[in-house]
């Protein structure tokens, strides 16, 4: 009769590891398909609506970060991120040229998509 107890709380036990890879397979997905569509951003915008929308994608990748627990999805947020906050001081310093920018940021969003994978 232990040997009955013992084996079915092995398997309640698998059960529920299996339920966290789950959730947390489905948390990576969510938080990589978000990540993902906020990885556009228009150069073209005024100076003003630009800094704004890099500090709200900012903020929201790095809202990301903190709830996801693959240590890999979380850099590539964190790290796209300070991109975004890299931008907004750029273009509030009024520097004009992006070209540097929008290939550091291609990378970041190449690195991302693998981290998702």
């Known amino acids: 009769m232990k040997i009955v107890h013992v084996l079915a709380a092995a398997v309640v036990a698998l059960s529920l590891t299996a339920c966290d890879q789950v ?9 990589c398909g978000e990540a ?12 003003a609506q630009l800094a704004a929308q890099a500090t709200d994608k ?5 809202e990301l970060a903190n ?17 975004y906050v890299s931008l907004e001081q750029r273009k509030a310093g009024g520097l004009s040229n992006l070209n540097d920018w929008v290939q550091r940021n291609a990378d970041n969003v190449g690195k991302l998509k693998a981290a998702c994978l």
């Open 23 to 31: 959730g947390s397979a489905s948390d990576k997905a969510s938080a």
């Open 36 to 47: 993902l569509g906020l990885a556009n951003l228009n150069p073209n915008l005024d100076p």
């Open 58 to 62: 900012a903020n929201r990748l790095r």
């Open 67 to 83: 709830k996801v627990s693959d240590s890999d999805l979380k850099q590539n947020l964190l790290t796209i991120a300070d991109s």
